[in-house]
Structure formats: structure tokens, C-alpha cells
């Protein structure tokens, strides 16, 4: 049974730093793409960065390029997301995924349950 557990989420001042963690288990880590996506109430899931599954590749969306870092530890079967200078509007539930390859694409497999950010003004 496949079983993805995020962790790391909490309420941040505006500027502050999170770093959003994801273990998978019952998979074959090594041998998917991961990635992060966030939902805010109100508003559609988005794609917030991805990764290969040897961690070769790396994508980011526009709004979060040069403040996220997306890593992972095949080793550790987990995946982070180090999240700087955090901003209200990025307030939201963010989602660890399992994509279906070993390559990027929005296809999941398997998706967390969330975890909640909140970043106050």
C-alpha cells in the first residue's frame, strides 16, 4: 500500500522560510518524479515545482522561481521543498505527489493529504 506523508507546514510571518518535507513508502522511490503542488481556498490546485527521479531535473512555476528549491533523498525516500521569503497570497494546502515517471508532467499517481501553510501579513 502506497502511503505519502507530507510534513513541515506551519504559520510563517511574510518573509520567513518553511521547509516542506514528503516521505513515500510502498513504491520504488527512486523510480518517480515527485512534486509539490499548493491549493488556496477558492482557488484551482497549481503545480508548484517538480523533480526527476534521480533529481537531474528540476521545475519551477513563475511565481515561486528563485525562492523554492525543490531536492530529494532517494536514500531517504523523501522529497523537500525549501520555501524562502514567503508571501500571504501564498497561504495555502500544499500536496507531495507521485508522478506516473520518471519524468515531469502533471499526470499523479498517488497524492498526500496536505499540509497546511499559512503565511500572515
Known amino acids: 500500500q502506497v502511503q505519502v506523508v507530507e510534513s513541515g507546514g506551519g504559520l510563517v510571518q511574510a518573509g520567513g522560510s518553511l521547509r516542506l518535507s514528503c516521505t513515500a513508502s510502498?513504491?520504488?522511490?527512486?523510480?518517480?518524479?515527485m512534486a509539490w503542488f499548493r491549493q488556496a481556498p477558492g482557488k484551482e490546485r497549481e503545480r508548484v515545482s517538480c523533480?526527476?527521479?534521480?533529481?537531474?531535473?528540476?521545475g519551477y512555476s513563475d511565481s515561486v522561481k528563485g525562492r523554492f528549491t525543490i531536492s530529494r533523498d532517494n536514500a531517504r525516500n523523501t522529497l523537500y521543498l525549501q520555501m524562502n521569503r514567503l508571501q500571504p497570497e501564498e497561504t495555502a494546502m500544499y500536496y507531495c505527489?507521485?508522478?506516473?515517471?520518471?519524468?515531469?508532467?502533471?499526470?499523479?499517481?498517488?497524492w498526500g493529504q496536505g499540509t497546511q501553510v499559512t503565511v500572515s501579513s
Open positions: 523533480i526527476s527521479y534521480w533529481g537531474a531535473w528540476t
Open positions: 510502498g513504491l520504488t522511490f527512486a523510480d518517480y518524479a
Open positions: 505527489a507521485v508522478i506516473d515517471s520518471r519524468i515531469c508532467s502533471d499526470r499523479v499517481n498517488y
